[in-house]
Every structure is written in C-alpha cells, then in structure tokens.
C-alpha cells in the first residue's frame, strides 16, 4: 500500500521531471523554431530518457503550447495589472484618450510576445484555430481573454460618456483583436519585418479607436 509520503513524494518526482522539460523546451524554442528541434534535444536538455519524455506530451505541439501558454498567461497578467494600476491613476478624469491609451498598452505587449520568436509565437497563436483543438483550446481562450479586457475599456468609455455609444463594445474588441492576428498572418507572406509589427499593429488600432473619441471626450 503506498503511503502518503511515498505518494507526495512520487508527485514531487512527476513536477520535477514536468519542470525539467518545459525548461529545456523553452530554452531550444528561444534561439530555434519549432520545426528545428527534436524530441531527443528536449530529452537530453531535460535529463529524461525519450520513453520518460514521452509520457509527459505527445509531440512537439504539446511541448509549444506547454512553453508560449504559459508565456502568454503571465503577459496578459501584466497586461491585466498595468492596466488597473493606469485607472487607479486616472480614475478622477476618465477621457477617450485614456481608453484608447490604454488598448494600444494592450496590444503593444502582445506585439513584443510576439516578436520573442515570430514563427514560434504565431504557430501558438493560430494552432488554437485548427478544428481538433476546439473553442476550449488555451490559445483561443486567451484571445477571448484580451477581447474581454478590450470591451471593458470601450464599456466603461461609453459609460463615462467619453466614447462614441453607436458601436458595440465586443465587436469594437473583436475588431481590435483581428487586427493584431491579421498583421502577425501576413508578416511572413508579405516579407514584413517581424520586429517591426507593432508599426504595422499600431496605426491600425488608431484608425479603429480614434474615430470613437469626439472632441468632447478628449
């Protein structure tokens, strides 16, 4: 009968082994693509025989989402506490300016997620797209994660009087959201410089927010 020593101990061992593999996979993903790395390296990087690596992911997809979902959940946390730290600072005077400050913040961390390794990022980016992986997916939850953030900030404009009433918040969001999706999709097609998509990402958003903020909201 295993004890519950034995048993914590035996789970201690799995985080481990589990810790050991996601380092050695974001190491390689750093400096390689996803398609440059072998299953082997992650084994012999992670100190785990392939048989061992094998019981913990399936493939290389897994060891992606793996290393960029948990990426990406700690740049939307930062997102998500820059953000409330920029209201407090702000909360007496409420304008448009502020709302659209405030989604450009947004999409600029998620433009420098990106650009970490471009290939890599946007193959996370779009996997959850793919009909096996489903609306449950992590990436696609993420997504709907910021879109959620953006639509509160259009909300609160409109609230505050500050933002034009006529569009719909979650598709102001949804739009916001494309945008960014879009410029990543294109920059490998058209031969765009990956660092420099935020040049591309931001003029966008401008052109889709600006024209919500009258004079008045300024």
């Not at 996370?124 to 900030?153: C, K």
């Not at 031969?191 to 052109?207: E, H, K, N, Q, Y």
Request: proline share 5%.
């Amino acid at each position: 009968m295993t004890t519950a020593s034995e048993m914590s101990a035996r789970q201690r061992g799995k985080q481990r082994k589990r810790d050991a593999i996601r380092a050695a996979a974001a190491s390689l993903m750093a400096s390689k693509q996803l398609d440059e790395i072998t299953m082997r390296e992650v084994a012999q990087l992670a100190g785990v025989g392939e048989a061992t690596l094998f019981r913990y992911v399936s493939g290389k997809s897994d060891l992606l989402h793996m290393v960029y979902g948990d990426e990406l959940d700690a740049v939307l946390d930062r997102i998500e506490e820059r953000d409330a730290s920029f209201v407090a600072a702000n909360s007496t005077h409420v304008t448009g300016d502020h709302c659209v400050l405030r989604v450009r913040a947004i999409y600029f961390e998620r433009c420098a997620f990106y650009r970490r390794n471009p290939e890599n990022s946007a193959r996370y980016l779009r996997e959850g797209f793919r009909p096996e992986h489903g609306p449950a997916s992590r990436n696609i939850a993420q997504g709907d994660r910021t879109i959620r953030l953006v639509a509160s900030i259009i909300d609160t404009g409109q609230a505050n009087g500050v933002l034009d009433l006529r569009p719909q918040p979650l598709l102001v969001a949804q739009n916001c959201h494309a945008i960014y999706m879009h410029e990543i999709d294109r920059t490998p097609v058209r031969g765009f410089d990956p660092d420099a998509i935020w040049d591309r990402v931001g003029p966008r958003l401008d052109a889709q927010l600006n024209p919500l903020v009258p004079l008045a909201g300024r």
